[in-house]
């Protein structure tokens, strides 16, 4: 079995198409950008014949629709009560796909509907695509519906495990959708793809052979905080998102009075260029979200899904992926962006704000504020270091002293992000550390 995996690794995700051996392909859990799925099934001549889903996502908008527009069939779990044309699935089904036959496990858990499907070449079992479910080193979470379906879902996840999952044998190859850098996940290992085996072995979840109670208590102690369009995303999966197409997308180009007519009527300016761009002028009140592979989760957790955005860009940014980015995650309210960016701000004589990005000398004095999730920050800190998850600077600022602080993070980009919120609420004495929790000195970690 030739599967070709399709990794996103700003969302932790994985996308797979899978070499039916007749000139067809399966794929499963496709994104909505379909340009590299297109690319790849044109690099191996193979056509779309079926889109299949695990469960409803909550992190990407599916791209399901999207391959239904070029002839592929569309398989999702019965339980999604997806409102548009789709063939749906339950437990025990069994599909002919050429050859081969796809079987549907029942698998709740991450979701209620969740379904995993073991691919079988007659008996023989060649791969298990686990969705959520079982992942490399890790369970997908149970917490993103309501906290009243949390601990059953937990519950469901560990019956899915042990009941079904892990009596498949041994070395049978596990493809999940979740990995590494997905917020959907719950522990997650480095991998992409494992083993039944491999999993039964050394996930931090199942070892020891815990029991329900024991497995429920690891796993809910290890959710960390997750972007809030993660409970959007279901609803529009369901419904059924607008049917793009391949074709590249545009992104208009606003003067400064349209820009001003947009921001005036609420659009938020979102300015993607680097750290040290934004750093040296920016427009006040923009939020620094800079291009790079994670940009779209950090649009979807700084800024809500039903505002406009106006951006502000440079050359080093290519606006086809930008578009594409946000629309992964349902983003659809772009209006444009400004016309030769802060230059344009500049040449109107309006004045841009600076941002102070420093080095080790440039941090004494000052209270560090770490930005980086709850996990990393117990992994390692700055001796007195304040925490302070990026996430949470949209609902409250207050956290955050008044004082000289230094804001760090991995890099720097989640803390510029964060000097842009801050600086739009009222703080005024900030800095911006240029470099990691490593370059601060020597490490604290939590107990």
Same mark, same amino acid.
């Given at each position: 079995? =030739? ?6 690794? +700003? ?11 007749? /000139? ?68 025990? =089904?069994?599909?002919?796909?050429g050859g081969l ?106 070892? /020891? ?11 809910? /102690? ?24 391949p074709q590249p ?15 005036? =009527? ?143 993070? +991995? ?14 609420? +009222?703080?005024? =004495? ?15 970690v939590e107990a």
């Open positions: 079995m =030739d599967v070709l995996p399709l990794v996103n690794e +700003g969302l932790g995700n994985s996308a797979y198409v899978v070499d039916l051996g007749d /000139g067809g392909a399966l794929v499963v859990d496709p994104e909505r950008d379909p340009r590299r799925c297109l690319d790849l099934l044109e690099q191996h001549g193979l056509t779309a014949r079926f889109a299949v889903e695990t469960h409803l996502h909550a992190d990407f908008v599916s791209g399901g629709r999207e391959l239904v527009g070029i002839g592929a069939e569309l398989l999702a779990p019965a339980g999604s009560h997806l409102s548009f044309p789709h063939r749906p699935l339950e437990d025990g =089904d069994e599909l002919a796909l036959t796809l079987e549907v496990i029942a698998t709740p858990g991450h979701t209620p509907e969740h379904l995993a499907y073991l691919l079988r070449d007659g008996s023989w079992p060649l791969g298990l695509f686990s969705g959520g479910t079982l992942m490399a080193g890790g369970v997908a979470r149970p917490d993103l519906l309501s906290p009243e379906q949390t601990e059953p879902l937990a519950r469901a996840a560990y019956r899915s495990i042990t009941g079904r999952l892990l009596t498949l044998p041994d070395d049978l190859p596990v493809h999940p959708t979740h990995g590494g850098g997905s917020f959907c996940s719950a522990a997650p290992g480095g991998e992409r793809t494992t083993t039944i085996g491999q999993e039964r072995a050394s996930n931090p979840l199942l070892v /020891g052979d815990p029991d329900e109670d024991a497995f429920v208590e690891r796993l809910l /102690g290890g959710l960390g905080t997750y972007p809030p369009y993660f409970l959007e995303l279901r609803d529009v999966n369901r419904a059924g998102p607008r049917v793009l197409g997308p545009t992104l208009p180009r606003l003067s400064l009075d349209e820009a001003d007519t947009a921001m005036a =009527d609420g659009a938020q300016l979102v300015d993607v260029r680097s750290v040290e761009a934004f750093a040296a002028g920016h427009i006040p009140g923009s939020v620094s979200i800079p291009w790079r592979v994670q940009f779209a989760t950090w649009l979807g957790w700084l800024v809500r899904r039903d505002r406009p955005v106006v951006f502000i860009a440079d050359d080093t940014v290519d606006r086809t992926d930008l578009v594409w980015a946000a629309w992964t995650i349902g983003y659809e309210r772009l209006t444009g962006e400004l016309a030769d960016g802060v230059a344009a701000w500049q040449a109107a004589d309006r004045g841009l704000s600076c941002a102070r990005l420093v080095g080790r000398e440039g941090a004494k004095g000052r209270q560090v504020v770490d930005v980086r999730q709850r996990s990393e920050f117990a992994a390692g800190h700055a001796p007195g270091a304040l925490h302070v998850e990026l996430g949470s600077l949209t609902e409250d600022t207050q956290t955050v002293p008044s004082g000289p602080v230094l804001l760090h993070c +991995g890099h720097g980009e989640r803390a510029m992000s964060a000097a842009s919120l801050l600086e739009r609420a +009222g703080h005024r =004495d900030i800095a911006v550390f240029a470099g990691g929790p490593d370059d601060l000195g020597r490490l604290a």
